[in-house]
């Protein structure tokens, strides 16, 4: 299992990033839970967002809330992470993540190598 993660980079606040998982060594059609969490330095792990395909399963963190929007394309084996009005604090390494379950301490599998986001003006 590979979990290829794309799309971080500096942005002023107020702007937007998509970032993009690719998913190797397994098949989203299988419907497997898949979610994204980040880690800022000195920071605990903080889970974004996740989604269960199989049993419904749905978690956005009150951070994110009406900001960011998660979607799966299953043709491409790629989860994507849609991030507006950015703010500084949602600064952090962003990580993909196949996951045992989803709910609000969603149970961890795999994940992948993280991309950086920095907001900042």
């Known amino acids: 299992v590979q979990l290829q993660a794309s799309g971080g980079g500096l942005v002023q606040p107020g702007g937007s990033l998509t970032l993009s998982c690719v998913a190797s060594?397994?098949?989203?059609?299988?419907?497997?839970?898949m979610g994204w969490f980040r880690q800022a330095p000195g920071k605990d792990r903080e889970w974004v967002e996740c989604h269960s395909p199989s049993d419904g399963g749905t978690f956005y963190s009150d951070s994110v809330k009406g900001r960011f929007t998660r979607s799966r394309d299953n043709v491409k084996n790629t989860v994507y992470l849609q991030m507006t009005s950015l703010k500084p604090e949602d600064t952090a390494v962003y990580y993909c993540?196949?996951?045992?379950?989803?709910?609000?301490?969603?149970?961890?599998?795999?994940r992948g190598q993280g991309t950086q986001v920095t907001v900042s003006s």
């Open positions: 993540a196949r996951l045992y379950y989803c709910d609000d301490d969603p149970g961890l599998e795999y």
């Open positions: 060594g397994f098949s989203l059609v299988e419907e497997y839970a």
